[in-house]
């Protein structure tokens, strides 16, 4: 499966943006889908997930409340709606998806989109 993410930017805090994962070549239906993150000099991050079959979806402590994750089957599209921005979730953003139910293991997912800047200014 093929993954493009989009809906990066550069905002300023408080602000809101919506990230976009769209899969081509299977069905995301059949795929657990997950969000990561990379900050300046940070390791990569779980943010969220979606579950195979759109189950109850999984949150960082970070951003739980904030940020909510769903999908589109019907367009084939994973979404990342970001509330309340912090310049603390500035970051490359990157969806995932994995065969499995569900993870935040990174290692878990074996097709990556290319990222997508998020930039919150104080």
């Known amino acids: 499966v093929q993954l493009q993410a989009s809906g990066g930017g550069l905002v300023q805090a408080g602000a809101s943006l919506r990230l976009s994962c769209a899969a081509s070549g299977r069905t995301f239906r059949n795929y657990a889908v997950g969000w990561f993150r990379r900050g300046p000099g940070k390791e990569r991050e779980f943010v969220a997930v979606s579950p195979r079959g759109g189950g109850r979806a999984r949150y960082a402590e970070s951003v739980k409340g904030r940020f909510t994750i769903s999908r589109d089957n019907a367009e084939n599209t994973v979404f990342l709606q970001m509330d309340s921005l912090k310049p603390e979730d500035t970051a490359v953003y990157y969806c995932?998806?994995?065969?499995?139910?569900?993870?935040?293991?990174?290692?878990?997912?074996?097709?990556w989109g290319q990222g997508t800047q998020v930039t919150v200014s104080s």
């Open positions: 995932a998806a994995s065969s499995m139910y569900s993870s935040r293991d990174s290692a878990d997912f074996g097709f």
